[in-house]
């Protein structure tokens, strides 16, 4: 039976992650991006010159690059960048056990429950603060298997060949402008690597917390998955809600090898007062599998398209994105793949939900080269409205060179169903919690798919309890 | 040419003497409305595939303003001995009609309405007469709501320099039973055309009106530029179908509005079939709660065929409904795009309004490309959209060939039924079996 909740007590509108810690960082970059900000970003890493050309090149870039006209609006973001700190660093080594971190960011991630899910379910857990991970540790057994789970800087450092045949690849530096300003000044993620044959069984997990006001965070994470490996990575995110904006911005680089498998699970749940602007894509090869869930309920505005570039014959991908625009909120989200090979298959599935005077967008582009024969796609976005000023909008891109692919793309969109409602209300349910009810059965085919049991700050997910209530 | 000349459009020939000239014998107000569209066309950018409405057609590349040409050749008679023999063919191919409009090189040769008709106050005349004879009606609709010069590029060149048009208004309760058919040709090559059509459907009229537009291969590229203005007043009904039929060369603009007010139904149907480029900016309002359009699309590419289609949906009035379907087979290297947009506005609740493109590809080389898009801002509202993109049900061929038919027939066959589902939704006199006999021609090339 359904508990007498109302669409209130789901909660979507209410932040729980809305503490701030006390305490000084070890260094904080002066406001605003500058070269000087980026030669102390890669100083104080210690990181070989090619590093910090990189950087330089990248933050040339960027500041050739106009600001996008497209997506939502950024209108103030130039003005919101020179006043953040491109660069805060909370302490100086990194722990691989708790009780190396600092108290009071131990008693952060306590709060969020980290170490508990950790000790559960995860094969690994990495925790970032500001600017750097504080905290990264993997479980033995996975070690054992040469599994590599690391800070990215670790990762550069301890295995620097590994690292430079991927790093930034897959993302080049001119793909767009935040990720050209995330190469200019990234700080913390995870270097991941996945041995041949390796079946990771647990998941590991990254959790990225703001805590400071004005702090603009760069996490830039490089994973690849050797051939038949399988694994799945969850990253997490939140902040405490302030007056000022905030900025955060990832860049996130997979390479899924021949017949391996991966999935990666993102939890968005920055305060509304956070830009969220990341690019994340996956580079897909012959029979292998990738999968994005991409679950974005925070921050002010995101614009994100996870994408899978299908270049391997028989590759697939995945998406399956959800996204809930409350008040103010601009959830400007979807998913790409460009079908490269032959006989490669994709499916996207897209959820919003737009209340009060939230806006959520879908926005996607489905790519079939000339020469991706037999390829195979579906697209569905499916939108609820709550509020007669909620707006959703949709804008697939659909671009077909091959003559031999099959490609749909569906979308609908539609308000709470009165007949349901009215279902519902005639069998006594107030109308408030017959409206949850239906907005969770809208949201339970990708509920499904979300890790609900282990992933601790999916908490709020959970308390709406989506699966199995209604009948 | 110089650089400048393509990136600004204006040229030896389109140039704001040009719009004086046009406008010299004109009413001041008229006079006035091409200088104001000749400044909006010189203030307004050409159009680049930085733009989300152009990202599928390159004009620096499909179209040279630049090398184009006025009209040289001399008015035609208003003779139908003398009319080009493709003309009178098409023209011989309609059934009954209430009433005729032939247009020869960009000029109105004839007009004529039904006497019944003519008796009950319909009017179907060149738009230079219209000018002179309904002055007050031009007046209130010409380049006024429906396309004004500010909507665009295209839009304003055509407001500046249109030198012909059509005008047909049926007044207050009449009903049209036969289609008003317009046929045009088009012989001069490397020149450009520039017309307008404004039809005013009074409250409670009905009709229905097909454009044809015919031409041989042209021997250089030619420009042929439309701006349609349609106004369906309360409870007025009304068809309006374009057919494209120009012969290779021709690169086909046709910017079109409806504006539909209270309970009217205003349907349209859009048929390209020749042509080098086609670019189409259909623009459907719902202006009048109840109202309703229907929006057909129908497209057979081979060779290097370019056609581009950019519709939106505007749902300003609430309880409206509004639904488009357009289907597109493309063989050899031709591309299709299409770009369509469901816009809800504010307090149009009760909208329904869908949208589907499929396209079938024929060929390994041809290229379509979709782009349906929602923006809704009502809560009380039900959309939908739909594209696809594949190629022949297999199943279909397969029946067909197993009840004895080769390969090249089943498919041809399969591409008819698959681009008649569009026909047989706006089944209007001869137009179904018009444009079916073209896409059998042009599948004769299909191997």
């Keep these: ?471 | 040419m110089t650089t400048m000349t393509v990136t600004e459009g204006v040229t030896d020939v389109f140039n704001a003497a040009a719009v004086e000239r046009l406008g010299a014998a004109e009413p001041e107000w008229l006079r006035e409305r091409r200088t104001h569209a000749w400044e909006v066309y010189e203030r307004t950018p050409m159009p680049t595939t930085r733009s989300e409405e152009w990202r599928y057609t390159d004009l620096r590349r499909k179209l040279d303003l630049g090398a184009l040409r006025c009209c040289t050749t001399p008015p035609a008679r208003d003779e139908f001995t003398g009319w080009p023999l493709p003309l009178r063919k098409a023209m011989a191919q309609d059934r009954e009609a209430s009433g005729h409009l032939v247009i020869i090189d960009g000029r109105v040769v004839h007009a004529d309405v039904a006497d019944e008709l003519a008796a009950k106050g319909v009017v179907l005349m060149s738009l230079h007469e219209a000018v002179e004879k309904h002055e007050a009606l031009v007046k209130e609709y010409l380049a006024t709501e429906a396309v004004p010069a500010e909507e665009g590029k295209f839009a304003a060149l055509n407001a500046a320099l249109w030198n012909d048009g059509i005008f047909l208004d049926v007044p207050r309760g009449v009903h049209l039973d036969q289609p008003v058919r317009v046929t045009r040709w088009y012989s001069e090559s490397g020149v450009a055309y520039f017309s307008r059509t404004l039809i005013v459907a009074e409250t409670a009229s009905q009709v229905s009106f097909v454009d044809e537009v015919l031409s041989d291969d042209f021997t250089a590229q030619t420009l042929t530029s439309s701006a349609v203005e349609v106004f369906a007043l309360d409870g007025a009904k009304v068809q309006y179908v374009a057919v494209q039929r120009l012969g290779r060369g021709g690169f086909y603009q046709s910017v079109q509005r409806t504006l539909a007010q209270r309970d009217a139904t205003l349907d349209t149907l859009n048929v390209a079939l020749g042509g080098t480029t086609t670019r189409v900016d259909l623009n459907a309002r719902l202006l009048g709660p109840g109202s309703n359009s229907d929006m057909l699309g129908l497209y057979f590419g081979d060779e290097d065929q370019h056609f581009d289609f950019n519709t939106s949906q505007d749902h300003v009035a609430p309880n409206a409904g509004s639904d488009l379907l357009y289907k597109g087979a493309l063989d050899g290297h031709s591309r299709a795009a299409f770009r369509g947009i469901i816009r809800v506005h504010k307090g149009a609740q009760r909208t329904d309004a869908y949208q589907k493109i499929r396209n079938i590809l024929l060929s390994p080389h041809a290229r379509a490309d979709s782009l349906p898009n929602l923006e809704i801002e009502a809560d009380d509202v039900k959309c939908s959209h739909g594209a696809t993109v594949g190629q022949l049900d297999a199943e279909a061929k397969f029946y067909l060939m197993s009840r004895g038919m080769n390969r090249i027939q089943a498919e041809r066959l399969v591409v008819l039924g698959f681009l008649g589902e569009v026909l047989s939704k706006l089944p209007l006199g001869g137009v179904s079996e018009k444009v079916t006999r073209v896409i059998q021609e042009k599948l004769k090339h299909h191997v």
């Excluded at chain 1, 210690?46 to 500041?63: C, H, I, Q, S």
């Excluded at chain 1, 990194?94 to 170490?115: A, C, N, R, S, Y």
């Excluded at chain 1, 054992?144 to 930034?168: A, M, T």
């Excluded at chain 1, 103010?328 to 979807?334: A, R, W």
């Design chain 1, 1 to 471: 039976m359904p508990q007498n909740e109302t669409i209130h007590d789901l909660g979507l509108d209410e932040y729980k992650f809305n503490f701030v810690t006390e305490g000084k960082p070890v260094f904080e970059a002066s406001k605003g991006l500058s070269e000087e900000v980026v030669r102390q970003i890669s100083a104080h890493k210690g990181e070989p010159e090619w590093m910090l050309d990189f950087r330089l090149k990248a933050l040339k870039v960027y500041e050739s690059k106009p600001m996008p006209t497209w997506g939502g609006d950024l209108s103030d973001l130039e003005a919101v960048l020179d006043e953040i700190h491109f660069y805060v660093r909370p302490q100086d080594r990194m722990g691989h056990t708790w009780d190396e971190v600092p108290q009071e960011i131990k008693d952060t991630f306590e709060k969020l429950g980290i170490p508990e899910a950790e000790r559960k379910i995860l094969a690994g857990v990495g925790a970032q603060y500001e600017s750097e991970m504080v905290y990264h540790s993997l479980k033995k057994e996975w070690e054992e298997k040469g599994v590599i789970f690391d800070s990215i800087e670790d990762g550069l450092r301890k295995h620097p060949d590994l690292f430079r045949e991927h790093f930034s690849t897959i993302i080049p530096i001119h793909d767009n402008k935040f990720a050209a300003m995330n190469s200019a000044v990234w700080s913390g993620g995870s270097f991941v690597y996945i041995p041949k044959n390796v079946k990771l069984d647990t998941p590991l997990q990254a959790y990225f917390r703001v805590n400071q006001e004005r702090m603009g965070q760069f996490e830039r994470t490089l994973i690849i998955v050797d051939e038949g490996a399988n694994a799945h990575y969850i990253e997490g995110c939140t902040a405490p809600v302030y007056s000022t904006e905030s900025f955060h911005s990832g860049v996130i680089e997979i390479v899924v090898k021949k017949n391996a498998r991966f999935r990666y699970t993102t939890i968005q749940n920055w305060s509304n007062n956070m830009y969220n602007l990341v690019t994340q894509r996956a580079m897909v090869h012959e029979g292998a599998t990738m999968e994005w869930i991409d679950g974005n309920l925070g921050s002010k505005l995101t614009m994100k398209y996870p994408s899978c570039y299908l270049v391997g014959e028989g590759a697939h991908g995945e998406i399956l994105s959800i996204a809930y625009a409350g008040d103010g909120q601009h959830q400007d989200t979807g998913g790409k793949v460009v079908h490269v090979a032959p006989r490669t298959t994709s499916s996207i599935v897209s959820k919003s939900i737009s209340r009060g005077h939230g806006r959520a967008s879908y926005r996607g582009l489905l790519k079939v080269h000339e020469g991706a024969s037999q390829a195979r796609s579906n697209v569905e976005c499916d939108a609820l409205l709550i509020n007669d000023t909620s707006r959703t909008d949709t804008y697939p891109y659909i671009e077909i060179e091959e003559n031999d692919a099959n490609v749909g793309h569906e979308a609908s969109v539609s308000k709470i169903g009165e007949e349901q409602l009215f279902y519902l209300t005639s069998r006594g349910i107030p109308e408030d919690e017959a409206m949850a009810m239906i907005v969770r059965g809208f949201i339970e085919p990708i509920a499904k798919e979300l890790p609900l049991e282990y992933a601790v700050e999916l908490n709020r997910l959970i308390e709406l309890e989506m699966e199995g209530s209604v009948g």
